[in-house]
């Protein structure tokens, strides 16, 4: 969010990678912020690049609202206190997109003061949520207990760890929370309980095959037109079969 209080879309706060400036959103006000770059690194595939034929500006949440109104938008809210919630909230209100609007964030907190802020909107697991539900069912006890969010969202570690926090954790740690995040039976539990489940950020072909053969509902991907075209493989070998 900006200084003058504008709910800005951006996966960083900070602007380096985005517009080569290495400040941060919240010390701009909107009028001042700087254009993306033509050239940007792909935050989720290090060394790949994102080419446009001209700079633009960094768009407000308002903006994809009214560009995409019945198009259903997940909306991961970054560190900014209870203001940036309630903006959200009743941007979210004012286009009457509650009902294909999710949010939550990687914070239990935030994710928490989310659910309580705005009831009628959906949310996704948090971080502790993520690694909690397996880790019961597992113990067999989910069953009993309650489940907040209405999605289950998670990486799949032994192939997401190329960047971000995954990058940090050694191979053989990857290798194994992968079955207990994944774990199809998991999958299919949280189905019948109404949780949609998807998994992040997964960009090949052999990914998104991953993604299937574990069960997850849907792909997170920063390549639409990849997953596209692997959906559409698939679903045509599919009509072969038949």
Request: charged share 25%; proline share 5%; net charge neutral.
């Amino acid at each position: 969010m900006t200084k003058d209080g504008e709910v800005i879309v951006s996966h960083d706060d900070d602007l380096s990678r985005v517009c080569g400036e290495n400040k941060k959103i919240s010390e701009h006000v909107l009028a001042d912020l700087p254009l993306c770059l033509q050239e940007m690194e792909v935050a989720t595939e290090p060394g790949a690049f994102l080419h446009r034929d001209r700079q633009e500006p960094l768009l407000r949440l308002e903006d994809l609202y009214r560009a995409f109104p019945d198009v259903p938008i997940q909306i991961d809210v970054k560190p900014g206190g209870l203001e940036l919630i309630s903006k959200v909230s009743d941007l979210t209100k004012k286009y009457n997109r509650e009902h294909i609007t999710v949010w939550g964030a990687f914070s239990h907190t935030t994710t928490t003061q989310c659910r309580k802020h705005n009831p009628k909107m959906l949310t996704f697991c948090s971080f502790w949520e993520s690694a909690l539900y397996p880790f019961l069912f597992l113990l067999g006890l989910l069953q009993w207990m309650p489940i907040s969010a209405s999605f289950y969202h998670v990486a799949i570690p032994n192939i997401s760890n190329k960047s971000g926090f995954l990058s940090t954790w050694p191979k053989w740690f990857c290798h194994l929370t992968t079955p207990l995040l994944c774990n199809s039976f998991l999958l299919s539990y949280l189905h019948r309980r109404g949780v949609r489940t998807g998994s992040w950020v997964l960009n090949h072909e052999h990914e998104f095959r991953a993604s299937d053969e574990w069960g997850f509902y849907g792909t997170m991907t920063d390549y639409p037109s990849r997953f596209i075209k692997y959906e559409q493989s698939r679903t045509g070998n599919k009509q072969k079969d038949n």
